[in-house]
């Protein structure tokens, strides 16, 4: 992509989407037909903005584009009402937000570079999938339980030392994560597909080994092993048994016709218990094997910063339509910043890309560049300043060794660890 660094950082965010694809779905769909004012494309932009502002409402983004003249020229409209975007919210399906979403995650995965992941294994998959509870008597189509509504982000993103989503299904909460699997695997011989004993499936496996898909799960601690053969390494000093095993109860005929491989790791915040890791991968080392597995935390990390820092928790409509439009406009938005922090090439994180954004939005993307990679003014340590940067690592190692419940507490402060 060619970036004007004389244009707005806004601007310029949106040189990575194809609004030639965008006027074409637009057309074929007849999305804008009987329109003059609220086009798809503005209303586009206008839930693109509210995104990474962490807009709370239609109404806000109402005032916000009545009262902001740099918004205003960025879009082209002077003036909207909430009841305005609410409609068109409603009216407009969502496969057009995910269409341009899949488009700039492609572009985002041709720039990658050359690194550890992709020169030691190929490519690494996350599978999870995250419940987001709404009230039942706004999202009656999204039942849930007797007392609310909900659904569910089945995501795959992957993981090469940057998180990026590669993947999106949206559903009602109700119903198994194993029900969405087989859509989120890629029929990959050199992609590792990592995911929790929520998706453990002995048929499921043995399809995997039948295709000759990879796979890391972590095993169920009721599950029927058979050993075949066994050895122990040693990993970050510990002891580790590494074994060939056949999976089932042959008794119940529910035993897997193909062998796998299992880790049984010591687990170091609970002593006494042990961590037993299954897959189909024997090439990689154990070692290999047990890091691939920690990284399947850096999908906790991303749902909690796309519902912390994009707001995916508050909705700005009701309908099926508005719900996947905002959350695949959020989806569009972390890519946009992965890229953008590419584009400034700082080792900043991107929390902080994003608050520099926040700030230097309506600036020259040169302006953006200069600020943050500009160094410290003062070294004097002076009035206490919150370290995000440290809050967000230190959050981060937290996640990575097992400790996510904080995340989901309704009393969780980021700044208070």
Known sequence: MDKDITETT?????VSINFNLFSKIVTELELDKYTKKLTTKRLFLILLYGQLESVSSLDSLSIDVSNRSDLKKEIGLDSISASQLSRKLRDIPPVIFEEIFNQIKLEALAKRGSNFYRNNLGQLNIIDASTVSMALSNYPW?????????????????YDGEIMPDKVEITPAKGADKTKMDNLIVQDKNTLHVFDRAYVDYQGFDNYCDAGILFLSRLKSNAKIKVLKSKTVII?????KDSIVL?????QDKQMDNI????EIPD????GSTIRLITNDFEHSAALISRYYRDRWQIEIFFKWIKQHLHVKVFYGHSENAVKSQIFTALISFVLLTLLKREANTDKSLFKVLKYF???KFESLKAFIRKINRPPSRSSKGRRVIDYEKIYQLLERQVMAGETELLYSTEFNPVIL
């Open 260 to 263: 796998l491989r299992i880790l």
């Open 358 to 360: 926040r700030a230097c």
């Open 268 to 271: 170091r915040e609970n002593p």
């Open 142 to 158: 999204a039942d849930f339980r007797s007392t609310k509504a909900g659904i569910k982000i089945h995501t795959r993103i992957i």
């Open 247 to 251: 999976l089932g109860d042959k008794k």
């Open 236 to 240: 970050d000093g510990q002891e580790v």
């Open 10 to 14: 806004f601007n310029q965010l949106l």
